[in-house]
């Protein structure tokens, strides 16, 4: 291993799955942290709720535990290292914090855990009151409503990678690590809004939020086939892998661009399956309530129409019989 300007490990052995799962942790390994305090506080609360005898779903539980696990694996193993020298894995590594950390993330319904098992007095009041606040801001609005979202997964792919943008950051430590938490908070803003069941400050109806799905779906596919048919390298960060490695840029551009096209369609189809069980599950509920309502207290609409149908029929009754008067 190399470490340049101190900061990154780079390996030197050419790739394979053995070395991108071997435990082979950054100098600054940020984002395995952010999932090992994610999976920690999530566990804290959970056990808390446990602890007082309230429920709490454990597929819950276990997805949000295994969105943070994918983030300690796909970031903090060797992987890492060859997303600093290969096209196709960086590309597996953001598709991985776009599209399957953030809907892991989002099952596990983290803000309604915090709602329920942080106290409700001392410091922990001070928490809900910062939670609340900043659920109900204008900026939490701006952030998860559409029109900002699909712009940035368009920037997120074509505006990376269709400019000097990706070889300007790519190029530090610094800029490398902050596209990968820009992936992740990007793909957790696009996912909230469409399968959370946390409180949120707007909520859109199902067909809004799959027409949202069905708008960001042909953008990473269109991409990936651009990145596959380019005959010349887009990313002059990735242009020069070691010589030693046998691997031609073209190849692994192309393997980035399958990657792009074909990766990020399993968790849109999770997304969509979900939304699909909630809106018929929500139209279920409301048709047992109306059921329920007519049962108890009568239809008051479907009486008010026969009354007027009624009433249309004794007025054509009345004139048949003027004209016959």
Do not use: K
């Amino acid at each position: 291993m190399s470490t340049p300007d101190g900061l990154a490990w780079l390996p030197d052995a050419p790739p394979s799955i053995e070395r991108f799962l071997a435990p082979d942790l950054q100098p600054y390994p940020v984002l395995p942290l952010i999932g090992l305090i994610l999976a920690v506080a999530y566990t804290t609360g959970w056990l808390r709720l446990r602890l007082t005898g309230r429920p709490w779903p454990a597929w819950r539980g276990i997805v949000f535990l295994l969105g943070c696990a994918l983030i300690v694996v796909v970031m903090g193993a060797g992987i890492e290292g060859y997303g600093h020298r290969l096209f196709s894995v960086f590309m597996f590594q953001q598709l991985t914090l776009m599209m399957a950390v953030p809907a892991l993330l989002v099952l596990g319904s983290p803000g309604t855990l915090l709602l329920r098992a942080t106290p409700h007095r001392g410091p922990g009041r001070l928490i809900l009151r910062a939670a609340l606040g900043a659920l109900r801001s204008r900026i939490a609005r701006i952030l998860l409503h559409p029109g900002f979202m699909i712009p940035l997964f368009l920037l997120a792919f074509y505006g990376l990678y269709f400019s000097d943008l990706a070889t300007d950051l790519l190029a530090s430590w610094a800029g490398h690590l902050g596209l990968e938490l820009a992936f992740l908070a990007a793909g957790i803003l696009f996912t909230v809004p469409l399968i959370s069941a946390d409180p949120l400050p707007i909520r859109q109806t199902h067909l809004g939020r799959f027409t949202d799905l069905f708008a960001e779906m042909p953008l990473h596919a269109f991409f990936g086939v651009i990145v596959m048919m380019a005959a010349t390298p887009l990313v002059p960060f990735f242009a020069d892998p070691p010589a030693d490695w046998g691997i031609d840029p073209i190849q692994d551009q192309q393997l980035a661009g399958a990657l792009a096209w074909s990766y990020g369609e399993g968790p849109a189809l999770i997304i969509a399956l979900v939304l699909l069980t909630r809106w018929f599950a929500d139209d279920t509920r409301r048709a047992t309530a109306r059921d329920r309502q007519v049962d108890a207290v009568g239809d008051a609409e479907l009486e008010a129409y026969n009354a007027y149908l009624h009433r249309l029929g004794r007025s054509d009754a009345e004139r048949r019989e003027d004209r016959t008067t």
